[in-house]
DNA sequence: CAGTATCCAACAAGATACTG
DNA sequence: CAGTATCTTGTTGGATACTG
């Protein structure tokens, strides 16, 4: 993925990890790239959230893939969870300071899609055209 | 992936489209969603560019995927191809008004990571002491 | 230079079933 | 309630070769 090696081997003075880009901007992505996981970050930004509470609030994820997102987000330090040890379990999913300032820098994105819900509209329905009309007949 | 359709029958008229989140964020996502399109946003908010010069600029890119994602950004009306027919080819990609101020929405996330940049090395060190051991040789 | 066309591998994600 | 364990699927992305 980032060929953090230069072999040309002489440009690498200037940047401390893989210069990918000229900014910050890939490391950040490598850390919220998961199909949920903004989501999950900007929800967590209201405060502390049970695992059901996630579950609701994120719709549409699986158990499954949901506990990984999670625990990826863990190892990264962008969130803890506690674990209550009770009967029966309580868990819950907290940002650290880090994970916080990161869902915080997700708002003009999200203030993006807001503003633009129009244009969205219009965009995603133009997709659904073009993606070959499979009846999709929910079942 | 969205499931936009209530079958349930009644409650699709509080949203217009599928209301997954509380906020555009979703939205927002489904547009940026691509390996590396973030990158081609942020990289075209310094101006029109070529299409040899973005492949320069986003590395380790193949021609299919900047093509596939240039044509998705594109029509998603974010960006604006311009062929001038020219030989040899010339070709040229500007950001629309709407997809300069997308770019200008991943600018805090540049900034996030720019600034946790000491933090980035330390996560993406250990999970690479995680990830089993395939040395991977690139080539 | 700026692509197109295939083919293929990898991984993310989903369904389903089960548990302390 | 809050997960875990498998299995399967589908979408992304990458390698390679070729073209106007």
Redesign the pocket.
């Known amino acids: 993925?980032s060929g953090a090696l230069s072999e040309t081997g002489e440009a690498s003075d200037d940047a401390l990890i893989a210069p990918a880009f000229t900014c910050g901007l890939d490391a950040t992505l490598r850390i919220i790239?998961?199909?949920?996981?903004p989501l999950i970050l900007y929800f967590l930004l209201r405060g502390p959230n049970?695992?059901?509470?996630?579950?609701r609030a994120v719709r549409?994820?699986?158990?499954?893939?949901?506990?990984?997102?999670?625990?990826e987000l863990d190892a990264d330090g962008v969130l803890l969870?506690t674990?209550y040890k009770e009967?029966?379990?309580?868990?819950?999913?907290t940002l650290t300071p880090l994970g916080r300032s990161l869902a915080q820098a997700l708002e003009p994105l999200c203030a993006w899609g807001t503003e633009n819900m129009a244009e969205m509209q219009r965009i995603f329905a133009e997709r659904d055209a073009w993606q070959r009309p499979r009846p999709a007949r929910p079942k």
Chains 1, 2 share one sequence.
């Not at 049970?50 to 579950?55: D, S």
């Not at 699986?62 to 625990?71: T, W």
């Open positions: 993925m790239s998961g199909k949920w996981k049970r695992y059901g509470e996630l579950k549409d994820v699986s158990d499954k893939v949901l506990i990984q997102q999670l625990k969870r674990d009967v029966p379990p309580r868990v819950d999913y």
